[in-house]
C-alpha cells in the first residue's frame, strides 16, 4: 500500500487565505505526487462537497474532502496557516488544513486508515504535535505512524470507573455518519467515545461511513439505556433502536459537544422519555448552530431526503414507461391508446398490433408511479414496516383520483403512522413480528382510513384544480410558469431545486394531460441549457477557460443533448458568481419560450433523441437553441470582463494582452 503522505504533501507555510485557495494549493501537490490527474476536475468535487456542509471543526481545524474520479490514490495533503483560514467553524479559522482525496471505489482498508486519521484529530495531543512541527518529513512520519494502526469499526470504550465503583456504567449506543462518510463520520464516533470515557459511560458507536456498515450487536442495543444519533444523512434500519430514550442531533454536534449530548441522553432516561424512532430533539439543534432554529434546518434536510427517496425510486418507472408510450405514438399515433388489449388482439406483422403492445406495457408500468412514489417515502421515512402501508396509500390515492399529490400525503401518512407505532414500547416476544406483521397490518388500516375518508376527496378536489390551472394556463401565465421551472432547472443543476422542478413535471406524466405535457417540455428544455451554454463558450472563446474547462466542454455538448444538467457543474463550481446567474438566465428563456409555443413531451428524459416524440418539435429545438445563447453571451460578457479587471489572486491580464489566461478559482 502507497503511503497516503509524504514530505511532499507537506505544507508547513500555507500562504492561501481562503479555503479555496487552500484546496488549490494542497491539490496542486497532489497533482504534482501523481495522486490527482485533473486538478480542476478535482478541485469541483471538493467545492461540491464543501456546499453540502461547512467542513471547519471546533479547535482550529479543516478537513475539505471528497471521494473524486479525479483521484487515483487515496491521498493526504496538509497544510499549517498562521494567520487561519475560514472553513465555517463556530470557533473560527482554522490553521491545521488536511485536503483528504479518496478515490470514487475506494476500498475499504484504504478508506479506515482515513477514518483513522479524522478520529486522531480528536486528539489534543495529536494537534499539539502538528503545530509544534518544523520539519515536513517528520510531520508526515507522524501522521503515518499514528494512521497505521487505526481503530475498529465500532468503538467500544471500557468504563473502567464505573466498574471499579462496583456500578453498572450508564449504556450508551450512537449511529454517526455524514453525506461523504470519510471524515466527519468517525470523528464524530471518537469524539463521543472520549466523552464517554471521561464521563463513565459505556459509548459504543456505529459508524455508517464509507468504509463499511458493521451492525452493533442486538444484545448491545437492548442493553442500552439511550440512544444518540449524530448523522447528516438517513440512519440505515432505525427500527432497531425503537423503544429508547433519543437524541438525535447533525454529526457537527457530536464531534464539537458531545458531553452535552450525553447529558441529555441521562436526563431522557431519567425521565423516562420513549422516543419515536426519528423524533428530533427540541435542545439539542441540528449539528452545529446555538440552537436556535436549527431543529427545523434539520427536519427540513430530513423532509427533502425523504420526499427525494420516493422520486428516486419513481424515476425508472416513469423513464420505462414514457418512454415507451412515446414510442407506441410514434409508430401507431394518439388513437393507439385506445387500442384493444393485446393479449386478445396482436397480430405479429401490424405495426399498430406493436405499437398497441409498447403502450400497454408502459401503461402497466405508469400505474405503479403513485404507490412507488408512496412506499418509498414512507420506506425513507420509517424503513420496510413503512413499505405496505405507503403502498397501499399510494393505491387508494389512485383509487380516489388524487394523484400524484395524494401519492405524496399517502406516503408521509404511512411514514408517520410506522413511525408512532413504534414508539410504543412492546413485549419481547412480540418484537419478532412487530415490523413483518403487526405494524403493516395496523398502519395499512389507519392510512387506509385516512386516505379513503378524512384526506383523500380534499386532495383529489385540489389535484383537480391544479390540472385544470394547468390545462388553461396560456399566454403570459404559461410564460412566467416556464421561467419559474427554468430557474429552478438551471439553479443548483441537479440539486434539490432542480429535482423539486424535475419531479412536478414527471408526476404530471402519470395522468398526462395538455398542460403537464407543456410543463414536462419546458423543463426538459431549460435543463438541456446549462451544459450547452458551457460548450458553446468554451468553443467560441477558449481564452477565458483553462485546458481542463475545455476538455470538459467537449463532453458537455453530449450531456447537454442528453438532457444530463449536471454536464455545467464543474463551470459552476469552479465560477458560481458567473456561471450559475448566466444559466439561470437561458433556463428561464428556454422554460418561457417553450410553454410559449405549446411544445409537448410525453417521454421524462431523452433529450434530443426524442424530439420526433415532441409536439411543435421545430419551436421546442429554437426555444433550446435561444436559451443556450443567452446563457453563453451573458457568461462570456461576464468572464471576459473578469480579464480585463485582474482579481485579487493576481491573474495576468492586466494589460489585456491576447496572451493572458484566466486562472478560473475553485
Known sequence: MSELITAELVDLDLSATTKDAAARSLAERMVAAHRVTDLDGFLADVAAREAQMPTGLDGGIGIPHCRSEHVNAPTLAFGRSAAGIDFGAADGPADLIFLIAAPAGADDDHLTILSGLARRLMDPEFTAAL????????????????????????????????????????????????????AHTYMAAESLAAA???????????????????????????????????????????????GKPLVDVGVKAGINRPAELIAEARRKAERGEISAVSEADDDSGSGDGDGSGADHAHFGVRLRTYLM????????????????????????????????????????????????LLNQIGSAAFAFLVPVLAGYIAYGMADRPALVPGFVGGSIALTVNAGFLGGLVAGLLAGAVVMAIQRVPVHATLRGIMPVLVIPLIASAVVGFLMFIVVGKPIASLQ????????GLSGSNAVILGVVLGLMMCFDMGGPLNKVAYAFAVGGLADPTDGSLKVMAAVMAAGMVPPLAMALATTVRKKLFTKTERENGRAAWVLGASFITEGAIPFAAADPLRVIPSVMAGGAVTGALSMAFGATLRAPHGGVFVVPLIGEPFLYLLAIAAGTLVATALVVLLKGARRAAPDAAGEKGA??????RVTVAA
Not at 494589460?655 to 493572458?660: F, L
Open 131 to 182: 503545530r509544534a512541527g518544523t520539519d515536513p518529513a517528520a510531520v508526515a512520519a507522524l501522521i503515518r505512524d499514528e494512521e497505521a494502526t487505526p481503530e475498529a469499526e465500532g468503538t467500544e470504550p471500557e468504563s473502567e470507573t464505573a466498574e471499579a465503583a462496583g456500578s453498572a456504567p450508564f449504556r450508551i449506543v450512537a449511529v454517526t455518519s455524514c453525506p461523504t462518510g470519510i
Open 196 to 242: 464517554g470515557r471521561a464521563e463513565g459511560v459505556e459509548v459504543t458507536v456505529e459508524t455508517q461511513g464509507s468504509a463499511g456498515f458493521k451492525k452493533l450487536d442486538a444484545g448491545v442495543i437492548a442493553a442500552a439505556d439511550a440512544v444518540i444519533w449524530a448523522h447528516d444523512v438517513e440512519v440505515r434500519e432505525k427500527a432497531r433502536f425503537r
Open 309 to 356: 427517496s420516493g422520486v428516486s425510486y419513481m424515476v425508472p418507472f416513469v423513464a420505462a414507461g414514457g418512454l415507451l408510450i412515446a414510442l407506441s405514438f410514434a409508430i401507431g399515433g394518439y388513437e393507439i391508446a385506445s387500442a384493444k388489449s393485446v393479449a386478445d388482439h396482436f397480430v405479429w406483422g401490424e405495426a399498430d398490433s406493436w405499437a398497441a
Open 464 to 471: 383537480k384544480a391544479l390540472t385544470d390551472w394547468l390545462n
Open 655 to 660: 494589460t489585456g494582452s491576447d496572451d493572458s
